[in-house]
């Protein structure tokens, strides 16, 4: 059964600044999916990994994917307010894909 | 196309009534699921289907039914409605090609059961 675990639950951090968003997963994975949420708002898919070494950017954000060690990253550059949100990650195995329980970002001017 | 439209937007339900939530996508995709999100809480699986006539328990399926007559509709059939149903629930559709994987999603559906 995978299970999808991310770390941290909840950062605050300064403008300007870099940090990275954690996800493992506990056994192999299809494919590798990393989702924004605003609050009281619908999901919105940033990046789908398909492979070992995928690495996908979309402006500040970026993600990448270790299969070997069962890991994604969503890697934040040079923080800016408008990328305040919940972030959430989610594997794919058996036509089933489960959610982590999500990073809530707070980004302080 | 309208992507994944879902309705209510909102309902309130008393406890034993029962409800469909309606989920429609117009991209022609094969794969739909259903989720819950309960406050402060990522989402948790409750049914999927691979296709029409195709559907396939997830992580929290107890309290709910689902059917997929056709690729189009995806309907969450709740019969004895708990106040642990209170959440919101999102349908998201996909189209697994081998090529294109990503997920779309509804706008939600917010229910409270009283």
């Known amino acids: 059964e995978l299970k999808v675990e991310q770390n941290p639950l909840f950062l605050s951090m300064q403008e300007g600044k870099n940090y990275t968003i954690y996800c493992n997963y506990s056994?192999?994975?299809?494919?590798l999916y990393w989702y924004r949420q605003d609050p009281g708002k619908s999901l919105e898919s940033l990046f789908v990994?398909?492979?070992?070494?995928a690495v996908k950017q979309e402006g500040r954000l970026m993600a990448s994917l270790d299969t070997k060690a069962r890991l994604s990253t969503l890697h934040i550059t040079a923080a800016v307010h408008d990328l305040s949100a919940t972030y959430f990650c989610?594997?794919?195995?058996?036509?089933?894909?489960?959610f982590g329980k999500g990073t809530r970002l707070h980004i302080l001017p | 196309n309208a992507g994944v439209t879902q309705t209510p937007k909102f309902r309130i339900l008393k406890i034993g009534q029962s409800m469909t939530l309606q989920c429609t996508q117009d991209?022609?995709?094969?794969?739909m699921y259903w989720y819950r999100q309960d406050p402060g809480m990522g989402l948790k699986l409750i049914y999927y289907?691979?296709?029409?006539?195709?559907?396939d328990k997830g992580e929290v399926p107890n309290g709910y039914n689902v059917s997929r007559s056709t690729t189009e509709d995806f309907p969450l059939r709740l019969e004895l409605a708990a106040p642990s149903q209170t959440s919101v629930y999102f349908c998201?559709?996909?189209?697994?090609?081998?090529?294109?994987?990503?997920?779309?999603f509804g706008p939600g559906t917010r229910l409270t059961v009283t």
């Open positions: 990994l398909l492979s070992n070494g």
């Open positions: 289907s691979v296709g029409a006539g195709i559907t």
């Open positions: 998201a559709s996909t189209l697994d090609t081998g090529d294109t994987y990503e997920q779309y």
């Open positions: 991209m022609n995709h094969n794969y």
């Open positions: 989610a594997g794919n195995r058996d036509d089933k894909i489960i």
């Open positions: 056994t192999t994975s299809d494919r």
